[in-house]
């Protein structure tokens, strides 16, 4: 078993070497919005630990990537229960949103926690109290906005046991909270699904003590999802191309 381990392991690290070759190849070709990668999912479920290992993965080879965190450190509004810290927080993320999709250079950008992962986290601070019923409705629409067809991620959605969560994060980490945002990670799935270009729910408890096969079994997912995001983007524009080709030999 070890050893049939070891060599699918090697496997994984080859397709890895691979789609990164051709995503560096490839990637200047598309002239579109930027790929974008999203990490959802629970509090210390990895997704953290998984960007910051894309990240080098994809800077070792010179690919042109960027990646977004939800850096809450930076929050002037000390209250995390308060609404105010809230939306400070959702603002930040559509800010930069914003951003990125006004920028048209060809690149990937993965957001570790981006604006899709809010649409559980509503749900539960409205029973937290932190959000309102009636400001949740009012945000929650903001999801289906004509702003929002721009953003149609890659998007990978991790789910941890409160326990093990718990067990990572510190004490000072409510139990019963990890609890309620997970019932809505779930509840929400098919939703957050239908934001998203390509959809992964992953449970991580398995990968818990074994962090090096969780991020080559993902950074194998992610990289094939993006080269075929490519390939996709890169057989779109050539058959615009010669559609257009066409009718100007009709026209003629």
């Known amino acids: 078993m070890e050893i049939e381990n070891a060599l699918q392991m090697k496997q994984k690290i080859k397709n890895i070497e691979n789609n990164l070759v051709f995503i560096k190849d490839n990637l200047p070709k598309i002239n579109e919005n930027p790929i974008f990668?999203?990490?959802?999912?629970?509090?210390?479920?990895?997704?953290?630990?998984?960007?910051?290992?894309?990240?080098?993965?994809f800077k070792s080879k010179e690919i042109n990537f960027q990646i977004r965190q939800t850096n809450t450190e930076l929050n002037p509004i000390k209250n995390i229960s308060s609404e105010e810290y809230n939306i400070w927080t959702l603002a930040s993320i559509v800010r930069n949103l914003s951003e990125d999709l006004a920028n048209q250079e060809p690149r990937i950008v993965l957001y570790?926690?981006?604006?899709?992962?809010?649409?559980?986290?509503?749900?539960?601070?409205?029973?937290?109290?932190?959000?309102?019923?009636?400001?949740?409705?009012i945000l929650n629409s903001f999801f289906d906005t004509d702003f929002m067809e721009g953003y149609n991620p890659l998007l990978y959605n991790f789910f941890m046991s409160p326990k093990i969560s718990i067990g990572r994060k510190?004490?000072?980490?409510?139990?019963e909270n990890?609890?309620?945002?997970?019932?809505?990670?779930?509840?929400?799935?098919?939703?957050?699904?239908?934001?998203?270009?390509?959809?992964?729910?992953?449970e991580t408890d398995h990968y818990d003590g074994n962090i090096k096969e969780f991020i080559i079994d993902m950074a194998n997912i992610i990289t094939q999802d993006v080269r075929e995001r490519i390939r996709e983007e890169i057989n779109y524009s050539k058959k615009l191309t010669d559609d257009i080709d066409s009718d100007d030999l009709d026209y003629a």
């Not at 510190?170 to 139990?175: A, C, E």
Request: glycine share 8%.
């Open 178 to 202: 990890i609890k309620s945002y997970n019932r809505f990670l779930l509840q929400e799935q098919n939703e957050i699904q239908l934001h998203s270009q390509r959809y992964h729910f992953v």
């Open 37 to 57: 990668i999203e990490l959802a999912g629970t509090p210390k479920s990895g997704k953290t630990t998984l960007a910051n290992a894309i990240n080098e993965m």
């Open 170 to 175: 510190g004490k000072d980490v409510d139990l």
């Open 112 to 137: 570790d926690g981006g604006i899709i992962s809010c649409i559980p986290w509503l749900d539960n601070s409205v029973v937290n109290g932190s959000v309102s019923i009636h400001d949740e409705k």
